[in-house]
């Protein structure tokens, strides 16, 4: 698999990935999501092709404290292969290389598949609670 930046004219099959694993919730607009990340950090959002599919998506973020991965998704066609350890790997490299110590993430409590591949690859649950408020309705 090749990693690369997102680059303009991905975001159709990008949309398409994320409704395809499920990652699309009402209460976020996935274009608003890409166009936000884009004007910030474009360099830290990375797309997996394969033979010229798109079939894998990582946000990497980092704000001086923690690193946060949003939007890690791998095609169901192709999980089991490693792209994900290997997306992740890749988003740990860009964080160790801005000094960062740790990295956080947020899954869905019931999505159990995707909290055992974190485990996998040596995340543990944190016992906090994750709390929001939204500042923009999508």
């Known amino acids: 698999m090749k990693i690369r930046c997102f680059a303009q004219g991905d975001e159709a099959r990008i949309l398409s990935l994320w409704q395809e694993c ?4 009402p209460q ?21 092709e394969l033979s010229g599919l798109l079939i894998a998506t990582c946000m990497v973020g980092y704000e001086g ?3 946060w991965i949003n939007y890690l998704a791998v095609s169901p066609v192709y999980r089991r292969r490693g792209y994900g350890a290997e997306m992740m790997l ?6 160790r290389e801005l000094g960062c110590p740790k990295i956080n993430l947020q899954v869905r409590a019931a999505n159990s598949a995707v909290i055992r591949f974190y485990r996998s690859i040596g995340f543990a649950i944190d016992e906090v609670v994750s709390l929001g408020r939204r500042l923009e309705r999508d």
């Open 28 to 48: 976020n607009d996935p274009l608003k999501d890409i166009e936000r990340k884009v004007k910030r950090d474009r360099e830290n959002f990375l797309v997996g």
């Open 22 to 25: 499920g990652l699309v919730a």
């Open 65 to 67: 404290h923690r690193g």
């Open 90 to 95: 890749r988003a740990e490299a860009l964080l």
